[in-house]
Every structure is written in C-alpha cells, then in structure tokens.
C-alpha cells in the first residue's frame, strides 16, 4: 500500500521560493571588489535569480546546459546559485585559486558554452580561453561602466543585462533527480573529477545539515560565508542559510584577518564554517590587533571546521581566546560534503578541559543519511571499538554513486559502498577518528604511523603556527616520518626540544626522524597541506633512495 502524502519535489527553486516567503526581509551582505560592502535580503535574491534565469536563456541557454561560473562569494554567484538550479541548468562553479591548465581541463570537460566570471579574475580567464572553444558567452559580474580592460571581446556586462530582463514567472516543474550543480574534486593526484549534485540530494543534504545535532542552524544566526561558493558548494550554506533563514555575510575576496575580523565585528557573525588554516589567520590577527574587551563583544558562537584535520591547539584557541566551541565535521567533494559532525553526546557534557577537546578533536559522529564503515586491505568490516583503523567507505543519498561522465554506479562497489582514500578509527559511540589519508600514512617497519596525529601534537607546542608531517623514504625502516614546522613570528624551537614535547604525547617510535623549520608550508587550492609536494622535496632526506 502506498502512503497517501504529496509528491512535492525537492528543488532549489522551491527553497528560495521559501526563503523569500518566510524571511524575504533577511539581510545579506556581500563585499565588492572594491571592498565596499553591499547589502540584499533574501526576497531580492529570488526576484534577481528569476531575472538571472531570463538572461541566460535569452543569451541561448538551455534545461541541462552547464553554466560555468569562476567568482568569489559575492552576491552575483549567490544569485547564479538560484537562477541557474532552480531554472533545471547546472551550475558548474570552477576554482579559481587552480593552475591555469588544470581550470582550461574542468571547464572544457564540464561543457559550459556560458561562463559568468568576477571582474578581478578575467585575467585568469584570458590565458586560456582560446583553448576553450565551446564558450560562446562571457558574462562579467560588474556592470558596463565598471567593466575592466581585457583581451577578450564581447564582453557581457551582468548588472545590465539582469536589470533589463523580465523576471521568469514560477520556476519549471523538475523531477528532483534533476542534476542541480557540478563540482570538481581539487585532484592533487591525477586530473580533477566532476560530482554532479542533484536538486534531492542537495535540499536533503541541506535538511541534514541544519539539525541540531550537526551544524543547528537556526534564523538568529548569522552566518559568514567563509568556505568558497566554488568549493562542494561551499559546504551547502547558500541552501541551508535560505532553509533556516540566516542572515549571510559574504566576504568576496578578502580573506585576509582584519577584513574577515571586521565581518565579524560589524555584522555581527555567530556562526561559521571553513578550512584550519584560514581561522589560524583569522585567530592571529585578533590576538595581536583586538583587545579583550572588543574580543568581548563580538557575538561569533560556533565554528565548524573541517577539509583538514583540526589541530587540537585551534579548538583550545577559539575557546581561550574567543569562548567560541570549535567542532569538526567531516567529508569531501563525493559527500556534498557533510557527513558526521561533532557534538557531544549527554554523557559528555560534563567534560571540562582536556577531557573536552578530546571529544571535540574526533570528526565526530555520522548524521543521519550517512553511513559509514572500516575496512581492512582484505574488504572486511572492522569493528567499530576505536581500536582498529581501516580503510573509510561511506554511502547515502548525498554521496556520489559516479563521476561526471561515468555510468551511474559505476564509481562505487555493488552494496553503494564509495572509497574515500581515508584511514579511521570508530569508536563505540560512532565518534569517527580520521588518522590519515591513505597516501599520506606513514608505514614505518610494516606499522602504521597517523601523520595527523603526529601534527596535532606539534601544533600543541606554543611556538609552532603549523605543522606538516610526511613519510620519507628510509634504507631500514621503509619509511620514517619527517616533521617541518613553521614558526610564530619570533619563536625558535631546536629540535631536542621538540622531540621531547612530541615524547609527551606519541609513541616512542613515532618520534620524527628530523625536524625541519621552514619559512612556508606548501598549500592546495583548497587550503590543504600539500604533501605530495613536500614527499618530493624530501624524498632523499633520510637517504632512503639513492
Ligand atoms: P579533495 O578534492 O582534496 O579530495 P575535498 O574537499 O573533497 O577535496 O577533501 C576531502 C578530504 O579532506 C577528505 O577525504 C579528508 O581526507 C579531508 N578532510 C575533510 N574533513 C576533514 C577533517 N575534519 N579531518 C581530517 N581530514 C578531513
């Protein structure tokens, strides 16, 4: 018997019909490129993203053409967001921060014939547009007096054309499978791989995200848009922000901590989300340059980290400095990306200190939609004790079942089952405790050794900024791990010292072979240590090959 119930589809478009329904007068803010902040609600980002879907189609777009955009978190892309979905086209968002030929591969294979690019990131675009020859429409997101010099001709000015164009009238009725937006992973090995989100996958992952037990996001936040529109989404908050009704702070292109601080000040942000090291910057520049009481005032609650491993030293900063509760989440590209959260069971809640952290330092727990499992290199499930790492598989309605190009399926086993190329312990609660990418673990004399966990207890020592570990090749042991470490401006650390704070926390075997201080770690695009890079550098340092 089938229930009784509607068979309303979940889209995008119904979710910013939502929006400007339920909390049209919500305020969003958005940095130009200029620096001058301009201000929108949610109702007029949804008249906007109708008069958006107008002009594409005038300019010959099509239901299932991608549109390409190359831009920071500004209101035009949150505007593209909408009018893009929500009109059954595919937003196809491209990392601009990427090597210019691996931005010319994602385009050209995600096969937009209209890109939407910012002002300031034309010249990224002129290089390799020649070798583009499928875009037909270049659309600036300024207006005609504002629009740069540039090689390129025809230049479309967006301000213009989306004041002159007839908002469409109610959004098309779409199947809720309907792809919604297209994202590439940052393939630091091998070429980048496109997730193609649908409307149901992206609204459920939404739902998912909001509860209060993941991110609990609520209409008395306000959130600022840290992670980029480019990157999986930004982590879906242009969609659960419109769910729930948060005001959203959108940055642009200052990242740096005065204007990130400033957001946070003037705003009046409560709540964020974003990769360790931008907030390492952001915690920098408000212990130097803002006094207690100011620090005092600013209303920031929560922040959820996660592309990375959060160190434990940044959970205590932001509750020393800030009394702000620092969680980590978990996921990737394939999982849209949010997959477990951590928050504390009631059991927890008593926990003071480190007793605290400890929690609070694991990705915490599966939401529900996600599951996950270990494996050992035989494909068998591990159990989940918080003793036995293995290999992370995990499935749901938000992960991906194939890549852009691929037979449904085809990228995962026969049960769902999707590799994420990460190593974890579960414990018995279902706190996820990630240890390492399977590439980046150390496998030192037939053990493994977690470089993650190694750098968290670098991190620990007050005169580090950040740490790197990484396994070098060595003639006894295979491989042993290396430490390089950047500095406080002005501190020093020998490496005797070193060992021995590290000796407080890590087996014995552990220990770093050297310890290396460095001017600068090397970064992906995304805000990840870049390992492969520094294994390189490396590779004969422990006179492991010759
Ligand atoms: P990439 O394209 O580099 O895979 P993603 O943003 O999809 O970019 O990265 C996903 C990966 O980031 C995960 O597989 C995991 O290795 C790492 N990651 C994400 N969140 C965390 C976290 N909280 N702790 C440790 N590693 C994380």
């Known amino acids: 018997m089938l229930g009784l119930m509607q068979q309303q589809q979940l889209t995008t478009g119904s979710l910013i019909d939502h929006a400007a329904r339920a909390h049209g007068l919500t305020e969003i803010v958005s940095r130009r490129p200029d620096g001058q902040l301009e201000r929108s609600n949610w109702a007029e980002v949804s008249m906007r993203s109708r008069k958006v879907a107008a002009m594409l189609t005038a300019l010959g777009a099509q239901p299932g053409d991608r549109i390409a955009t190359l831009a920071w978190n500004r209101l035009p892309h949150l505007e593209l967001y909408y009018g893009v979905t929500a009109a059954g086209m595919v937003l196809h968002t491209v990392n601009p921060r990427l090597f210019a030929e691996q931005i010319r591969y994602i385009v050209e294979h995600g096969g937009a014939r209209i890109i939407c690019v910012d002002p300031d990131l034309l010249p990224i675009l002129e290089p390799v547009i020649a070798d583009l020859p499928r875009i037909e429409a270049i659309v600036v997101l300024c207006a005609a007096d504002e629009m740069p010099e540039s090689s390129i001709p025809h230049l479309i000015a967006y301000h213009d054309r989306v004041a002159a164009a007839d908002p469409i009238g109610a959004w098309p009725a779409l199947d809720e499978n309907t792809a919604s937006s297209l994202c590439y992973t940052s393939g630091t090995t091998g070429n980048p791989k496109g997730v193609l989100y649908s409307h149901r996958s992206t609204l459920l992952h939404a739902y998912a995200a909001c509860a209060a037990d993941s991110m609990a996001l609520s209409a008395r936040d306000t959130v600022l848009l840290a992670p980029p529109l480019f990157h999986v989404n930004a982590w879906g908050l242009p969609f659960t922000s419109a769910m729930v009704g948060a005001k959203l702070v959108m940055p642009g292109s200052a990242m740096d901590g005065a204007s990130i601080h400033q957001l946070l000040r003037d705003e009046g942000v409560t709540f964020s989300l974003g990769v360790p090291t931008l907030w390492f910057t952001v915690l920098d520049y408000i212990a130097r340059n803002v006094s207690e009481d100011d620090r005092a005032k600013l209303k920031l609650d929560r922040v959820f980290m996660g ?47 480190d007793a605290m952290t400890d929690v609070l330092a ?35 309605p938000w992960v991906l079942s194939a890549y852009y190009g691929n037979p449904a399926g085809a990228d995962v086993d026969a049960d769902g089952w999707l590799d994420t190329w990460d190593v974890a312990k579960i414990d018995a609660d279902g706190f996820l405790h990630l240890t390492d990418r399977a590439k980046d673990v150390i496998k030192s004399g037939g053990e493994w050794i977690s470089s993650i966990d190694l750098e968290n207890a670098a991190t620990a020592h007050p005169a580090v900024a950040e740490a790197a570990v990484v396994g070098v090749p060595h003639p006894r042991w295979q491989e042993r791990p290396l430490l390089l470490l950047r500095l406080h401006p002005g501190e020093s650390v020998e490496k005797p010292a070193m060992l021995d704070h590290l000796a407080g926390h890590v087996a014995k075997w552990w220990l770093p072979d050297d310890v290396l201080v460095v001017d600068d770690l090397p970064h992906t695009a995304t805000g990840k240590l870049l390992k492969t890079v520094l294994r390189a550098r490396y590779r004969e340092h422990l006179g492991g090959v010759g």
């Not at 009394?323 to 008593?350: D, F, I, R, Y």
């Not at 939401?367 to 790492?389: C, K, M, T, Y």
């Open 362 to 396: 694991t990705q915490g727990r599966a939401v529900f939609g996600v599951e996950l499992r270990i494996e050992n290199a035989a494909g068998e499930a591990l159990p989940h004790d918080g003793a036995e790492s293995g290999l992370l598989k995990v499935r749901g």
């Open 307 to 353: 592309g990375a491993a959060t160190p434990r030293a940044l959970i205590e900063l932001f509750r020393d400095l800030l009394g702000v509760k620092a969680n980590q989440a978990w996921g990737m590209t394939e999982t849209s990306p949010v997959s477990t959260v951590c928050q504390p069971l009631a059991s927890q809640m008593h926990l003071e200190g």
